[in-house]
């Protein structure tokens, strides 16, 4: 009696289990998946594609011969108090056949991986160079200076998004300033390691415009899931409009107006880690920031641009409001990247989010910001830390951050 019923207990646990099982796998077949690797959005994801989809399905295949078979031989075997077999030793001509099977479907699959393999790690036919440097935790993203890309005359220097013209193979440089992250936009390629000391390519290509979502693959420390990306891709018209934003001059504010007692607060307690390019201090020498001097990993995002971005911190945080972040995600491919290029109004600014993070920024976002407690390891601090500022002084920063698109 008591079996039984610790039976039927076990029975309906896996029934739960199972239940649960499936709903989990289709809940992950939601359509709003922007990290679906099997949703291909360029040639070098397409490649990926045209491999992994005839693999899982031989893979399948395999699995379920292996299975039924292991069924069978389980069911029909059985033990009903039946005699002992005869027991035999060896079967080459049964063994050779079980070992070319294989062997031949391995080398059926290998051919076509090496040559996708090959292929992805091809960098002659690239038109445009970007390089991006993984660091605790955020991703930076700069554009040398080159003809590619339609001509780049001065380093563009972002963080969080990167933006592509579609139609273009770009070639993505990657590295890392401290432990090793993992670089990977699921819908335009696989995933590369991104080394310190070493620089590995990735092939990037968008046929349509559109954001395409990523985040750090490769566990990289406190804050590691909080280090997002995205790539924007936008056609080459609207691409050259971004860049000719991105390489403007300053345009100090306006004396007298809240932005301009921003840009002196932003002197007084940001500039020491953070560029503004083109900012002077009153004797009109630029002020370059030293964030090697402040965070271990040497660098602190570039914020000349911040609000033509979308999110800040590893992307981790919008920039805009939920409405005004689904009208950019949710727009067309004709209008997505013109509405990327808007930036961010003082209407649309997730004020929430931004001004927690200047209020204390580790609070929101984990990092080792806390001097007294590296002093048992000697360890440098990194991140941003809570600079204790005043609301007054948040509103300036916003008033003139606002501006800096
Ligand atoms: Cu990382």
């Known amino acids: 009696m008591e079996t039984t019923s610790t039976v039927n207990k076990m029975s309906r646990r ?25 949703d291909p959005a360029g040639e070098n994801a397409q490649k990926i594609q045209d491999l992994q989809v005839p ?27 039946q005699a002992i077999p005869e027991q035999s030793h060896g079967n080459p001509m049964l063994e050779i056949v079980l070992t070319i099977i294989p062997a031949l479907i391995l080398i059926g699959i290998s051919i076509p991986t090496v040559g996708t393999i090959l292929a992805l790690s ?9 390089n991006v440097t993984g660091q605790q935790w955020w991703w930076e993203v700069d554009y040398p200076v080159q003809d590619g890309c339609g001509g780049i005359s001065d380093v563009i220097i972002t963080s969080g998004q990167m933006v592509i013209p579609t139609g273009t193979e770009v070639l993505v440089r ?9 670089w990977w936009i699921p819908r335009l390629n696989g995933k590369k390691d991104m080394v310190p000391g070493r620089v590995h390519n990735v092939r990037l290509q968008a046929d349509e415009p559109g954001i395409y979502a990523g985040q750090c ?9 909080n280090m997002r990306m995205e790539v924007i891709a936008m056609d080459p018209d609207d691409f050259e409009t971004w860049k000719a934003g991105q390489m403007a001059e300053y345009v100090a504010p306006e004396e007298g107006t809240l932005a301009a007692e921003g840009e002196a607060t932003f002197i007084a307690q940001c500039s020491r880690c953070h ?21 271990y990993s040497g660098a602190t995002p570039n914020l000349s641009w911040l609000m033509t971005r979308n999110t800040f911190a590893g ?8 409405e005004c972040r689904a009208d950019v995600w949710d727009a067309s491919p004709e209008t997505v990247g013109e509405k990327y290029l808007e930036g961010v109004s003082p209407e649309c600014l997730n004020s929430v989010d931004f001004r927690e993070w200047l209020r204390n920024a580790p609070a929101k976002k984990p990092m080792y910001t806390d001097p007294t407690e590296l002093e048992e390891t000697g360890g440098l601090p990194r991140g941003m830390p809570d600079l204790g500022l005043g609301e ?3 509103d300036q920063l916003v008033a003139y951050l606002l501006e800096r698109q």
Do not use: K, M, Y
């Open 14 to 38: 896996i029934r739960i289990g199972l239940i649960a099982a499936l709903g989990l796998a289709v809940a992950g077949c939601a359509q709003d998946a922007p990290q679906d690797t099997f």
């Open 55 to 81: 693999i899982f399905i031989l893979a399948g295949v395999v699995g379920l011969i292996v299975l039924s078979v292991l069924t069978f031989v389980l069911i029909r075997f059985r033990d009903r108090g």
């Open 122 to 130: 091809e960098t002659d036919d690239t038109e445009c160079i970007i």
């Open 174 to 182: 990657g590295t890392s300033r401290d432990v090793i992250h993992s």
């Open 217 to 225: 693959t490769e566990f990289c420390g406190l804050s590691h899931a």
């Open 275 to 295: 560029q503004v390019n083109g900012l002077e201090d009153d004797d009109g020498n630029p002020i370059i920031a030293r964030p090697d001097l402040q965070v």
């Open 315 to 322: 992307a981790s945080w919008d920039l805009l409001t939920p």
């Open 392 to 394: 007054d002084q948040i």
